[in-house]
Structures are given as C-alpha cells and as structure tokens.
C-alpha cells in the first residue's frame, strides 16, 4: 500500500511538473511573440522617428537655405531695409542700411524708429510723433511712401535726401510689424541739378549763338546789298568785301567751335604731335591778339624762361587753346590792365599760362568753368561759352590737364599742363 501511495504521488508530481512545463512553454512563446511583436512596434516606431527626423532635417535646411538667400539678397541690394516690430522698434538692419545711417546693426536694434530717423524736419525743427506717417502707418497696418522732398536723419545729426516706403509684415493673418526701405536720393537730385543746368546752358547758348550769328549774318546782307544797289568806287567796294570777310570769318569760327566741341565729347578730336618749339608759338599767339589788346587799352607780353622750349605737341590745337585763354583773358581784364603768358618747364611737363588781372571768377562758377557753354558773370560777355570747354579737350588730348585759380575780384590764372614728350 505504501509503495502504491508512493507511485500515485510520483505520477501526480509528473503530471503537475510537465504541467508545468506546458505552462512555461506557452508563457514562453507567449512571451517570444510579444518581444517579436514589441520588436516590430519599436522598429516601424524607429522607421517613423527617423523618417520625421529626416524631413525635419530637410526642413530646417530649406528654412536655412531661404534665410541664407533673404540674408544674400538683403545683403546685395544697395537699399537700405529695415525691420520694425509693433512698438516701433528696430529688429533688423542690412549692411546697405548700415552704410546709409552711419550706424551698425546691433547699434540699431532695439532702437525707435522714429526719434532715430524722422526726429526732425529739414529745417531742424521737431517733427512730432502725431504727424510721423510712419507710426501711423505701422499702427494701422497700411503701406505708405515717402513724400516729395522726404528725408531721412544719419547719426551725428545729418540728414539726407531720401526716397523711402513702408509696407506692413504680416504672418499669416497676424500683423508682425513693418519693413521699412530707403534710398540715398542725393546723387540722383545732383544728376537732376545737373540737368537742369544742362537744359538752361542749352538754351542760352541757342541764343547765344543765334545772336552771334545773325549779327554777322545781317553785316553780310547790309555790305552786299550795298555791293548790289550802290554805285560804290573802288575803295568802298573793297572795304565792304573786307567786311563781309570778316563777317564770314565769325561767323565761320563760331561753327569750328561747335564743331570742336562734338568732336571731343564723341571721342573723335585727333591729336597729332610732333616736336615743336614753344615760344615761337607763344610769340604767335601774342601777335595774333596784339591788336585787340591794344584796342582794348590791355598790355598783353610773353615771358619764358628758356627760349629753345621744346615739347612734342599738337601746334595747331595749342594755339588754338592758347588763342581760346586770350580771348578770354581780353575781354574781362579792365582798360590799363595786363595779361602775361608764360611757359615753365617742370619735372617732365610744360605749364603754359595765361594770367590776367581782370575781376576773377565766382567761387561758384569755377567747378563747371570748363564745362560747354559754360558762362561767367563778370561781365565782358561775347562768347558761347565753348572756348574753355574747347581748351580743356585739347590738354586731355595731349594727355595733360588744365586747372585756373582765381579769387574774385584779383584776377585769373589759367595753366594748360602738357607732357614734354
């Protein structure tokens, strides 16, 4: 009995252990489908997580990639742009800007706009924030453009002439703030000052030259219809036709010197140099005006300090140039006065100079004095204004340069430099 209660608990304990074991089997596989399942889960998660991680990757770069081509064009344009958050104050600024305002970017942020730019009029009164058209428009999330004559303040107190426009910021429907860009006008308002004298020396001389022409013009109508219509003797006749030559003559240099002039602005004025001795054409020249300055009551001499000078240059431009300053010189110098030409050797160039004790020249005349048709108002009129345009092609055609100082009220001087060879 014993033996058998034995065995039916062994058998019991066999069948409980692989029991058991069948448990453990399942949980086991149980368990190995979960950790396959969870391994699956967790790889498709890390599929997921990398493929986000990737676009946001490209995304952050294209982010980058743009910013880095705003910066590049912000950086390019000659404009100055200019950011403005809501309470008016600057977030950003481009190197354009920076050039144009005197102040560098982090200088500029956090700084309000308008006690920086448009603090003041362009008298120096106060311009009050109630009438700043920037606010207002920053405010009330509207474009607006500069007005005529609008201007902008650098640092240090200076302004300058600006054209400017303001358009708002938004994100989406949120107003974020304002861009603000401007342009320095000042070489644009100095190219329209230009033209404008440009327009006004056009006209002028037009009547300039109508009155230069037509005064001799109706000299030859009177001497020839006294040829035509009188019974004139030989003396008189002789002396008409000697008027009308000179007549022509004027009439004839005046379109040289239009001619001239064409000529050297179209790059088409030729210069042909050889070796020449220069008093001689000093002393050509002098005799050439010696009657007009005695007419004129002028002293007119020539004074040299080498009278074997040499130089390689165009014989007929230079007197042409020198014959130019003559003129010049003889009409403004005062009865008694004198006017003295000269030639220096210095460091491998040749100073011609033509100095008279005329009125001399307004300080305002002088920095457009060669330019065509060019007047002065001192007086002693006659010309159209080409013949100092005339003289300064014929220096930069030899290579050289021509320059006057003057102070008004104590004469001219006008030196023609040339290199010696």
């Known amino acids: 009995q014993l033996d058998e209660a034995i065995q039916r608990e062994v058998r019991a304990g066999r069948r409980a252990m692989a029991e058991v074991r069948a448990w453990q089997t399942r949980l086991t596989f149980a368990f190995a489908i979960l950790a396959m399942g969870a391994t699956v889960v967790v790889g498709r998660v890390g599929w997921r997580f990398r493929d986000l991680s990737e676009q946001a990757e490209i995304r952050r770069k294209d982010a980058v990639d743009a910013r880095r081509e705003i910066d590049a064009v912000l950086e390019a344009t000659g404009d100055g742009v200019l950011g403005i958050d809501l309470g008016g104050k600057c977030t950003s600024l481009n190197r354009a800007g920076a050039k144009l305002l005197g102040y560098t970017e982090r200088q500029m942020k956090g700084r309000d706009i308008h006690d920086t730019l448009y603090h003041s009029l362009e008298d120096g009164s106060p311009c009050p924030r109630k009438a700043s058209p920037v606010l207002d428009a920053l405010a009330a999330g509207s474009p607006v453009d500069s007005p005529g004559g609008a201007i902008l303040w650098r640092r240090r107190g200076r302004s300058f002439p600006a054209r400017w426009s303001l358009r708002p910021l938004i994100d989406g429907t949120d107003l974020r703030g304002a861009v603000l860009t401007f342009t320095d006008m000042t070489e644009v308002h100095e190219k329209e000052e230009a033209l404008k004298r440009a327009i006004q020396q056009r006209e002028d001389v037009v009547s300039i030259v109508s009155h230069d022409l037509r005064n001799p013009l109706g000299v030859v109508l009177a001497a020839s219809d006294l040829l035509v219509d009188l019974p ?149 009129g006659g010309g159209a204004g080409l013949g100092l345009a005339i003289v300064k092609g014929v220096a930069e055609g030899h290579g050289g340069e021509v320059s006057v100082t003057s102070q008004f009220g104590e004469g001219a001087i006008f030196t023609i430099r040339l290199p010696r060879d």
Do not use: Y
């Not at 004027?250 to 001795?277: C, K, Q, W, Y």
């Not at 000093?282 to 020539?302: H, I, N, W």
């Open 232 to 380: 004139l003797d030989e003396d008189e006749r002789r002396r008409q036709a000697e008027i009308i030559g000179r007549s022509g003559k004027r009439m004839h240099n005046l379109i040289e010197d239009l001619l001239d002039v064409s000529r050297i602005e179209g790059g088409a004025f030729i210069t042909r140099p050889s070796l020449e001795e220069v008093f001689p054409i000093l002393e050509e020249a002098r005799k050439f005006f010696s009657d007009q300055a005695d007419g004129a009551g002028v002293e007119l001499t020539v004074v040299h300090s080498n009278a074997e000078l040499k130089a390689r240059i165009d014989r007929d431009q230079i007197l042409q140039a020198l014959s130019n300053l003559l003129d010049n010189a003889l009409r403004h110098t005062p009865q008694g006065g004198s006017v003295v030409i000269t030639a220096v050797e210095d460091d491998g160039f040749i100073d011609l100079t033509v100095t008279d004790d005329g009125p001399g020249i307004e300080s305002t005349v002088l920095e457009h004095l060669f330019d065509r048709f060019s007047q002065s108002t001192t007086g002693g």
